[in-house]
């Protein structure tokens, strides 16, 4: 039986839903503490996380406010870390899979998802970056995926380390959110959503409409926190 779980997240964060889609998957009950990444807890790094980031979770130690986490309880961080502490105290989710060939396709398809698509899109998002680095690493993904159903045929762990980050691609990109020209949003997502990417596309919709990404991507909220952060983005 799993001890007490406390999760440090925040709404806006994709590595922080990373984690939640992962407890949701588990069915798993845990304490949710949102952490305002702007204006962080003084105690949150000392007595959490020292690199002061989301997610983390507390684990175990006996029940206390969330907001005077005990010494007695294990510290844990790192997103994709925390994926796999998930699917290790919870097996039966399925998010690991039990065959080790398809364990390391799904662990293959996340290193492409962090080596090529998280920095090329941040490089487009942030710095105006050549959107064909982008179209590269999607072309990559796409790639990987089999004909029909998720990263490794099954919803695994790959699927739950994408997601998040298309979500916040997608409403980007459709709100012209970014240092990329103003304009160029919605194309480029008209680029990825169609023609020699119709597969990306297809995969996109099903992370998209699976239950726990739906419980866990609070759109309208990110959305208006993404506008707020990133107003000036093009005058810098």
């Given at each position: 039986?799993?001890?007490?779980?406390?999760?440090y997240?925040?709404k806006?964060c994709?590595?922080?839903?990373?984690?939640?889609?992962?407890?949701a998957?588990?069915?798993?009950?845990?304490t949710?503490?949102?952490?305002d990444l702007q204006?962080?807890?003084?105690?949150?790094?000392?007595?959490?996380?020292?690199?002061?980031?989301?997610?983390?979770?507390?684990?175990g130690g006996?029940e206390?406010p969330?907001?005077?986490?005990?010494?007695?309880?294990?510290?844990l961080?790192?997103?994709?870390?925390?994926?796999e502490?998930v699917?290790?105290?919870?097996?039966?989710?399925?998010?690991?899979?039990?065959?080790p060939?398809?364990?390391?396709?799904?662990?293959?398809?996340?290193?492409?998802v962090s080596?090529?698509?998280?920095?090329?899109?941040?490089?487009?998002?942030?710095?105006?970056a050549?959107?064909?680095?982008?179209?590269?690493?999607?072309e990559?993904?796409?790639?990987?995926?089999?004909?029909?159903g998720?990263?490794?045929?099954?919803?695994?762990?790959?699927d739950i380390?994408?997601a998040?980050?298309?979500?916040r691609?997608r409403?980007?990109?459709?709100?012209?959110?970014?240092?990329y020209?103003?304009?160029?949003?919605?194309?480029?997502?008209?680029?990825?959503?169609?023609?020699?990417?119709?597969?990306?596309?297809k995969?996109?919709?099903?992370?998209?409409?699976?239950d726990?990404?739906?419980?866990?991507?609070?759109e309208?909220?990110?959305?208006?926190?993404f506008?707020q952060r990133?107003?000036?983005?093009?005058?810098?």
């Open positions: 039986m799993p001890e007490r779980i406390t999760l997240t925040a806006i994709p590595f922080a839903q990373r984690t939640e889609i992962a407890l998957e588990a069915k798993a009950q845990y949710r503490f949102e952490i204006n962080k807890p003084d105690w949150y790094a000392s007595k959490v996380n020292p690199a002061s980031k989301v997610p983390a979770i507390a684990y006996p206390v969330p907001d005077q986490p005990s010494p007695e309880s294990v510290k961080a790192e997103s994709l870390v925390l994926v502490f699917a290790d105290l919870f097996p039966e989710s399925g998010i690991l899979p039990a065959d060939v398809k364990r390391a396709q799904a662990r293959f398809f996340i290193e492409g080596s090529k698509l998280i920095p090329t899109w941040y490089g487009y998002f942030l710095r105006n050549p959107v064909e680095d982008f179209y590269a690493a999607v990559y993904i796409q790639s990987l995926l089999p004909a029909e998720f990263a490794i045929g099954q919803y695994s762990i790959a380390a994408i998040p980050f298309l979500a691609t409403l980007s990109l459709l709100n012209e959110i970014g240092k020209p103003e304009g160029d949003g919605k194309k480029v997502w008209a680029t990825i959503t169609s023609g020699k990417y119709a597969r990306f596309a995969y996109q919709e099903d992370l998209f409409a699976r726990t990404f739906k419980e866990t991507f609070d309208a909220y990110v959305t208006d926190a506008k990133f107003a000036n983005a093009r005058n810098q």
